[in-house]
T-cell receptor
């Protein structure tokens, strides 16, 4: 079974530029998560999708971050404009909400450096 | 609401000695609990999970964890540390969102250093 795919693996941008990250979840997984992991901290949920609907985006800085999952499969997370404090690893994860007590499966992450 | 507290941000052990990583949680539901490991520049890998079956859970690479409801704890242990266990470990609590999957909440992480 293929895992969660993310791209790019690394990205360096200047502040005020825009950037986009892509995630392809495990086939059949209706739930998709985007997490932000700042160095030395645990992952923080940015947004959670169920198919193409948003379940939780309460911690997404909506003035600069946006995410979509138009067809309920792939997802894109965008930052515009980026700030220095957005430097972090962005993790995508997926799970099947129909399987009791199942874990989430994580991609390798995208390491963003804003200079 | 749910939360997770990992009581130690760093743990240092000698190779061959036991490892103990402490985790306390709070949840309004009867939760599922997980331990994930993250090696440098790698994704998060599931070590083990508790899902209301046996309270002592065995995972990969010799790790195990015990769920204690009265103490709201889910501590991770390994009898004998190996150099390859050097990594960051995350305790995660999961609770269902009605008809919308599960909400996952992470602890702050514990970084394990293994000395030769």
């Amino acid at each position: 079974e293929a895992g969660v795919a993310q791209s790019p693996r690394y990205k360096i941008i200047e502040k005020r530029q825009s950037v986009a990250f892509w995630c392809n979840p495990i086939s059949g997984h209706a739930t998709l998560y985007w997490y932000q992991q700042i160095l030395g901290q645990g992952p923080k949920l940015l947004i959670q999708f169920q198919n193409n609907g948003v379940v939780d985006d309460s911690q997404l800085p909506k003035d600069r971050f946006s995410a979509e999952r138009l067809k309920g499969v792939d997802s894109t997370l965008k930052i515009q404009p980026a700030k220095l404090e957005d430097s972090a690893v962005y993790l995508c994860a997926s799970s099947s909400p129909w399987v009791m007590n199942t874990e989430a499966f994580f991609g390798q992450g995208t390491r963003l450096t804003v200079v | 609401a749910q939360s997770v507290t990992q009581l130690d941000s760093h743990v240092s052990v000698s190779e061959g000695t036991p490892v103990l990583l402490r985790c306390n949680y709070s949840s309004s539901y009867s939760p599922s609990l997980f331990w994930y490991v993250q090696h440098p520049n790698k994704g998060l890998q599931l070590l083990l999970k508790y899902t209301s079956a046996a309270t002592l859970v065995k995972g990969i690479n010799g790790f195990e964890a015990e769920f204690k409801k009265s103490e709201t704890s889910f501590h991770l242990t390994k009898p004998s540390a190996h150099m390859s266990d050097a990594a960051e470990y995350f305790c995660v609590v999961s609770a269902p969102i009605k008809a919308a999957g599960n909400k996952l909440t992470f602890g702050g992480g514990t970084r394990v250093l293994v000395k030769p």
